[in-house]
Structure formats: structure tokens, C-alpha cells
């Protein structure tokens, strides 16, 4: 997701990343697809984001903001598993 962990660009300099940034399900469904195209044999998602300062937190919540959302999380596995793929 933007912003997360793997997204290392800015907007004034061209760096490659070591990962695909994709944002809403339908990105995440065509970074899927890509690297099936290009032969990964699993897909693997970075759920967990930023870390969050201690004295932002609640105690309902963890120390990590989700990168994604449980729809953009649904759609990677769903296209994996189309595709017999692991995801992890």
C-alpha cells in the first residue's frame, strides 16, 4: 500500500522497490496477476504498516496500522487460490 513498508518512492527520484505498491482491491488483484504472469510460485502480502507510537494507542489496538484492508487482503488470496498458488 502507499506509504508502507516496500514503498520506497518518491516523488522526485525513480528507486525500485522489493516489492509492488497496489492500492484498493482491484490493484491488488493485477499486482497478483502480474506476478503469477512472471512466474512467483507464492504471493506474499504485507498486512502490517507503520508502527505506531505507545502513547497513540488504545488498548483495543496493536502497535501496527494495517497496510491493507480486509477487501484488498480478500482480493490477493482470492486470485492466488484461483490460480492454485499459496499466499502467505
Given at each position: 500500500?502507499?506509504?508502507?513498508?516496500?514503498?520506497?518512492?518518491?516523488?522526485?527520484?525513480?528507486?525500485?522497490?522489493?516489492?509492488?505498491?497496489?492500492?484498493?482491491?482491484?490493484?491488488?488483484?493485477?499486482?497478483?496477476?502480474?506476478?503469477l504472469?512472471?512466474?512467483?510460485?507464492?504471493?506474499?502480502?504485507?498486512?502490517?504498516?507503520?508502527?505506531?507510537?505507545?502513547?497513540?494507542?488504545?488498548?483495543?489496538?496493536?502497535?501496527?496500522?494495517?497496510?491493507?484492508?480486509?477487501?484488498?487482503?480478500?482480493?490477493?488470496?482470492?486470485?492466488?487460490?484461483?490460480?492454485?498458488?499459496?499466499?502467505?
Amino acid at each position: 500500500a502507499t506509504g508502507n513498508l516496500g514503498d520506497g518512492s518518491v516523488m522526485h527520484q525513480h528507486r525500485d522497490s522489493f516489492g509492488l505498491v497496489a492500492d484498493g482491491a482491484d490493484e491488488v488483484r493485477a499486482a497478483v496477476r502480474r506476478c503469477l504472469r512472471e512466474g512467483a510460485d507464492t504471493i506474499k502480502i504485507n498486512i502490517g504498516g507503520d508502527l505506531v507510537p505507545i502513547s497513540k494507542l488504545s488498548e483495543e489496538r496493536d502497535d501496527m496500522l494495517p497496510a491493507y484492508s480486509e477487501a484488498e487482503v480478500r482480493a490477493a488470496v482470492e486470485e492466488a487460490h484461483m490460480r492454485q498458488k499459496r499466499q502467505r
